[in-house]
């Protein structure tokens, strides 16, 4: 849960975030019951725009309900009809095959490790790992550098162009980088499934 001590503190140590904190609802964070479907969402939603993002997950998760103890068995022609990629398909099996190890992250709060884990699976980069933690774990000095949204929004609001200026920025939110996060994309106005 956002409190009004993480903003005040973001709002003390960023003004440009102050204003975006004034202007936007408080976004909210959460732990998850179901890492597998999320890692399952987030790579439906690898470079994609939200608004797709949207559609195809709900097409998923309408199919997902009734087979998702068998998803390595779905069809070419069912994976089609969700629109999804043969690419993101593969993805999403390995994530299915690799389910135990997933759910068992619930134990660790230790990020690198949980980076570790994620990585080798083969279709989970840094971007869905950093959804991960913020969405799934509820970390809060997260800070996704691979979020071509988030990356836009600081360089409009904050007029830079560099990354390096980007995590300079950044750093002034830590401990509390994915709190900043979320008022940022709060402020696009976007619907990403938390």
Excluded: C
Aim: net charge positive; charged share 30%; hydrophobic share 40%.
């Amino acid at each position: 849960m956002i409190t009004k001590n993480h903003r005040i503190f973001l709002s003390k140590a960023d003004k440009t975030l102050k204003k975006i904190i004034e202007d936007n609802k408080i976004p909210k964070i959460s732990k998850s019951q179901d890492f597998v479907l999320d890692l399952y969402k987030y790579i439906i939603f690898q470079q994609i725009s939200t608004k797709a993002g949207n559609s195809i997950f709900n097409r998923f998760i309408k199919y997902y309900k009734n087979n998702k103890d068998s998803i390595s068995g779905w069809n070419d022609s069912e994976w089609k009809s969700i629109g999804l990629s043969i690419q993101k398909k593969n993805y999403i099996e390995n994530i299915f095959f690799e389910k135990k190890d997933i759910y068992a992250l619930n134990k660790s709060n230790d990020i690198d490790y949980i980076r570790n884990q994620l990585i080798k699976i083969k279709g989970v980069g840094n971007w869905t790992i950093d959804m991960f933690l913020i969405f799934s774990k509820g970390e809060v000095n997260i800070f996704p550098k691979g979020d071509l949204a988030l990356i836009n929004v600081i360089k409009k609001k904050y007029q830079v162009d560099s990354m390096d200026q980007i995590l300079e920025i950044a750093n002034k939110w830590s401990p509390y980088k994915t709190i900043a996060t979320l008022y940022l994309w709060e402020s696009l106005e976007d619907d990403f499934p938390n």
